[in-house]
């Protein structure tokens, strides 16, 4: 029987030049589209931060990178029992928020989490379809930092020659690793 690694990479789609030349995009579309996949992901991640010993969760909040974390944080929510929390582009959340700018490896984008919806000692998961040079996932860390919480995180997809998990310098847990 495949691994989930396995069969995430057979319907996983390689989409060159997108968004600009150059870039070899992971389209995780396929994926979405595959109820019996995105059950696997969600199980696989919850039983990863789970402690079998003490019968809780390991972490306390799921903050979702916008937008494609708010695919797969709400699921692992749900199945662990623990907050979720958007990490969102600049306007498009209500009352007061925090921001960070970072750079992206086809620009820069600035990331905002509403103030105060992660408490100081909080353990949080940062997640993410994709960690690419781990411009976002530092943000998002960063954030959750300033407001006191632990940061870690966990994505569907690494891709491990551009070193994002070196550049986050944080704990982080892919299930596909290119």
Known sequence: MPTLAEDLDAVIATVPDFPVPGIMFKDI????????????????????????????????????????????GPALSSQLGVPFVMARKPGKLPGPVITKSYDLEYGTNTLAMQAGSVKPGQRVLFIDDLLATGG????????????????????????????GRAAIGRPCYSLLHY
């Open 136 to 163: 976002t996932a530092k943000a998002a860390c960063e954030l959750i930092e300033r407001m006191g919480g632990v940061a870690t995180c966990a994505f569907v997809i690494e891709l491990d020659a551009l070193a």
């Open 29 to 72: 579309c396929p994926v979405l589209a595959r109820p019996d996949l995105m059950d696997r992901i969600t199980t696989v991640l919850s039983d990863y931060y789970w402690d079998s010993d003490t019968g809780k969760p390991t972490i306390d909040v799921i903050v979702g990178g916008d937008a494609r974390g708010f695919l797969f």
